[in-house]
């Protein structure tokens, strides 16, 4: 496994190369409630960094004014947390926020 932090754009993170699934899944069930946020695909996992309150913030504003207007408007919505994806045999697994 090789690991590099120099990936342009990449803050508050790590890349790991030539992951297997099974080390995917013990190093997700290993960071379990941390908030570290993992991608994975192809042998490639991201592990960032849990997210800040500079960004949460107005991640939860800008959500309550679109559900209120979603509302206002009488527009059907469903708020969604962040979901994993993933299937062993297809090789990717992405972890969503």
Request: no cysteine; charged share 25%; aromatic share 8%.
């Amino acid at each position: 496994m090789i690991a590099t932090t120099s990936e342009p754009g990449l803050q508050n993170g790590i890349i790991l190369y030539n992951v297997t699934w099974d080390t995917l899944e013990k190093l997700d069930a290993d960071l379990e409630g941390t908030g570290a946020r993992l991608t994975y695909l192809d042998g490639y996992l991201e592990i960032m960094a849990p997210l800040s309150d500079t960004h949460e913030e107005p991640k939860n504003t800008l959500g309550q004014l679109l559900e209120s207007y979603m509302r206002l408007k009488g527009i059907r919505f469903y708020g969604r947390g962040s979901t994993t994806i993933g299937m062993k045999e297809l090789g990717g697994k992405k972890g969503a926020g």
